[in-house]
């Protein structure tokens, strides 16, 4: 693991300061309290003991106050203090993230008009099983993913990325991609066609259809200056033997426990068709809310 995918990693940035934090927690709790309580037990017992001479003597005592001196002895040091304050907040935000809901920021416009560049969404990390934290490990299983989910999983190519794209094919299926229409396992799939959507980043028009793919229906977006396939730049990726290219179509068969993926901004999306196969391990979720987006707040809403 270089530099640049630790860095990238927050969930092990986040890993690193719960386990520093939670250290120093816990040794305040078990060893510095205590020592700090023996360390004032000591003054306090030689405080009272200067007055109670001093008062045998018929002196003037000591006037400072005792429970001062108390409060300065137990005081927790800075550092210690604002670890302590920190633990919990990290280890709660580790653990929803790690296995409830993490939130990502939508950076390209690969899954337009699905997701939009700059929606913040919400995905659920547990649907897909129980994994640990870091390892990316499934421990407990729960559901697979299905065809029509709009899911986040980690580049193949470089896992310190997290990608978003449509699952088009599961484990065993046969995925035909010809001028631009998808069949599945010899059934194609039923396209509506919708009115041209209007690119907001540029002036430009793009043909927009309602995919209905094994029942689940979603826009997708085709542009017809582009080939099915940029075949010039596809990969030679892990089971490339599995598909057959060509500029007008391909055909893949999802090997087991691998995903066939693709954007639903068909022709501007960098995906299964380009760089190969999402395998199980690399699942982080099921994105299934837009929580926000400052520039269009509207888009607030479900997932579909």
């Not at 990390?125 to 559901?143: A, E, M, Q, S």
């Not at 209905?212 to 490339?240: C, Q, W, Y």
Request: net charge neutral; proline share 6%; with cysteine.
């Amino acid at each position: 693991m270089n530099l640049q995918m630790i860095l990238g990693n927050f969930a092990l940035i986040l890993f690193v300061a719960m386990v520093f934090t939670g250290i120093i927690w816990f040794l305040d709790i078990f060893y510095f309290a205590k020592q700090r309580r023996i360390t004032a037990d000591k003054a306090l017992a030689a405080f009272d003991a200067r007055n109670a001479k001093l008062t045998a003597e018929g002196l003037k005592i000591d006037n400072t106050s005792r429970q001062a001196i108390e409060t300065a002895l137990l005081r927790q040091p800075t550092w210690i203090e604002y670890s302590g304050s920190f633990f919990p907040v990290i280890a709660l935000v580790f653990f929803l993230r790690s296995f409830l809901y993490e939130p990502f920021k939508i950076p390209s416009s690969s899954m337009v008009p699905t997701l939009l560049v700059g929606d913040l969404i919400l995905v659920n990390k547990f649907t897909y099983g129980i994994r640990l934290p870091v390892l990316n490990k499934k421990v407990v299983d729960v559901n697979n993913p299905q065809r029509g989910d709009v899911m986040v999983f980690k580049y193949p190519n470089d896992m310190s990325q997290d990608y978003i794209k449509r699952v088009v094919g599961v484990p065993g299926d046969t995925i035909v991609y010809e001028n631009k229409r998808l069949s599945v396992n010899g059934q194609p799939v039923a396209y509506t066609p919708l009115d041209d959507y209007l690119d907001d980043e540029s002036p430009v028009y793009h043909k927009q259809l309602v995919e209905n793919l094994t029942g689940v229906p979603h826009r997708i977006l085709n542009s017809d200056n582009k080939p099915g396939v940029e075949v010039a730049i596809v990969e030679n990726f892990p089971k490339r033997e599995a598909c057959d290219f060509s500029y007008e179509k391909f055909t893949c068969t999802v090997p087991a426990g691998n995903y066939f993926m693709m954007g639903d901004n068909r022709d501007h999306s960098l995906d299964s068709r380009y760089w190969g196969f999402v395998p199980d391990k690399n699942i982080v979720g099921k994105a299934f809310f837009v929580w926000m987006n400052f520039s269009n707040p509207k888009r607030i809403g479900g997932i579909h």
